[in-house]
């Protein structure tokens, strides 16, 4: 990446960061959680970090709870969270930024919002425009992929926190007596979204915007009721084993706030890319377009990134403090 200013840069780092002699400018070790937004974020983090201050950048594939966890030690395992979804992981906020203080959180943010999707071919013919159109008997035969007489709901991955919000709507909207939840990996339901889309068969899945299904089918997001917080309460497993059958959720999700969290240990070890973190916004279209040029067209995620960088210099100036 070619910036005619890039030595200003670094001067004005110094500078603004005001320090005397050599500023700290430890490796940052960047989360990568399992979703195709969070691995172009992680990407986009590191890649500024590396061409516009100069610094080194690894990649530490993780859990939620492992890379809050490593944040929290503060010893350099894992030094971001690339992709927070509040308030699905405030669980995790709650302990690490608010009680302990040991993770900071971006000041820019990008809205996301979550749900079920069905193709549009199938809320047109068969009239599923809602989550209370999935527990029906009908619904049970037109959403039965493999046969076996009860049809499946894609709730989400094995360990993303939205997943067991959506286990518990699952069942509390009644659907689970006709559907049952699956939580197989998000590239193997993929594959079978995509078999189910060219065969124009049932296929009803969690889903969340910015995210490039939106661009790949024509899928529409069910209704939900409006959210309630009164009607909305989700307790995670790390909060209480018995988290599933104390949980209750009969309205729809608050649009989301997604941020960026990293360890406060970044502001002595590596101020440059902690100032930077506490800076980093984003948009949610241009994420949708980089997950569609990666996931859709098959880009490499450096190479697509990249290209991004390059075309948006002024937005990365502005995380960067510098317009």
Not at 24 to 47: D, T
Not at 99 to 105: E, I, N, P, R, S
Request: proline share 4%; aromatic share 10%.
């Amino acid at each position: 990446m070619k910036y005619a200013k890039q030595p200003l840069i670094a001067a004005a780092l110094v500078l603004g960061l005001g320090t005397t002699g050599a500023i700290a400018q430890e490796k940052v070790m960047v989360g990568e959680p399992s979703w195709p937004g969070a691995k172009i974020m992680a990407n986009l983090i590191g890649q500024v970090i590396e061409s516009r201050l100069g610094g080194e950048v690894g990649y530490a594939p993780g859990a939620n709870a492992v890379i809050f966890a490593a944040m929290d030690g503060g010893r350099g395992d894992i030094d971001v969270h690339p992709d927070v979804w509040l308030p699905n992981q405030s669980s995790f906020t709650d302990e690490y930024v608010d009680q302990k203080g040991t993770v900071a959180l971006s000041a820019g943010s990008y809205s996301g919002q979550t749900g079920f999707c069905t193709p549009t071919y199938m809320a047109e013919e068969h009239n599923i425009k809602s989550v209370f159109d999935l527990a029906t008997p009908d619904a049970q035969g037109l959403y039965d992929g493999d046969g076996d007489g009860t049809g499946e709901i894609w709730v989400g991955a094995s360990g993303w926190a939205s997943t067991n919000v959506h286990k518990v709507k699952v069942r509390d909207y009644g659907i689970e007596t006709f559907l049952a939840p699956t939580t197989e990996d998000e590239t193997v339901f993929y594959a079978r979204l995509k078999d189910a889309v060219d065969q124009k068969k049932g296929v009803v899945f969690y889903c969340y915007k910015p995210h490039y299904v939106h661009a790949l089918y024509d899928v529409v997001m069910l209704e939900e009721p409006e959210h309630d917080p009164a009607q909305f309460k989700i307790i995670q497993p790390d909060q209480d084993a018995d988290w599933y059958n104390k949980s209750k959720i009969t309205t729809g999700d608050l649009v989301k706030t997604v941020k960026v969290a990293y360890s406060k240990s970044l502001d002595e070890r590596n101020p440059a890319a902690a100032q930077f973190l506490a800076n980093i916004s984003m948009d949610a279209d241009h994420l949708s377009q980089l997950t569609y040029e990666v996931v859709v067209k098959g880009g490499e995620i450096d190479e697509v990134v990249a290209a991004w960088i390059e075309g948006n210099g002024e937005v990365v100036d502005g995380w960067l403090g510098l317009n």
